[in-house]
């Protein structure tokens, strides 16, 4: 990992702290940052689509119907949206984050203590510059 990397993450989180939603009969094939896109089917919404909100840029694909696992989505009449379970990526970058009225919820990082070396490492480096 590249010692901007956190600092960029950092800023993107907060950049992106909220998701507009669109509604559509398809999921689209790119996706912006800070955009949440369901998929419905009369009125019935099936997978939700949106960046990943850490700033790494891989797409999350929710299922909504069907096989484990599913998301339970609901639906403001503002069209804000929440999303039950919390969203854990288990590959890349593992942000872990729950979808709450429109809002990105992060879950306590586990990646603290690395950022924090990382940052100390980076400091003592350009002190004895």
Same mark, same amino acid.
């Given at each position: 990992?590249?010692?901007?990397?956190?600092? #960029?993450?950092? #800023?993107?989180r907060? $950049?992106? $702290?909220? &998701?507009?939603?669109?509604? =559509? !009969?398809? *999921?689209?094939?790119?996706?912006?940052?800070?955009? %949440?896109?369901?998929a419905m089917?009369? =009125?019935?919404?099936w997978a &939700?689509? /949106?960046? %990943?909100?850490?700033? %790494?840029?891989?797409p999350?694909?929710?299922? /909504?119907v069907?096989?484990?696992? &599913?998301?339970?989505? !609901?639906?403001? !009449?503002?069209? *804000?949206?929440?999303l #039950?379970?919390? &969203?854990?990526?288990?590959?890349? %970058?593992?942000?872990?984050?729950?979808v709450?009225?429109? $809002?990105?919820?992060?879950?306590?990082?586990?990646? !603290?203590?690395? *950022?924090?070396r990382?940052?100390? $490492?980076?400091l003592?480096?350009s002190?004895r510059?």
């Open positions: 990992m590249k010692w901007w990397q956190p600092i #960029y993450r950092w #800023y993107y907060w $950049r992106y $702290r909220t &998701v507009a939603c669109e509604f =559509d !009969t398809d *999921l689209p094939a790119t996706l912006q940052p800070g955009r %949440c896109y369901v089917d009369q =009125d019935f919404p &939700v689509s /949106l960046q %990943c909100p850490c700033g %790494c840029g891989e999350i694909t929710l299922n /909504l069907g096989s484990h696992p &599913v998301w339970k989505l !609901t639906k403001t !009449t503002e069209n *804000l949206i929440t #039950y379970p919390s &969203v854990w990526r288990t590959r890349g %970058c593992e942000s872990h984050f729950w709450k009225q429109g $809002r990105i919820v992060w879950a306590r990082p586990h990646w !603290t203590k690395q *950022l924090r990382q940052l100390y $490492r980076w003592r480096l002190l510059r």
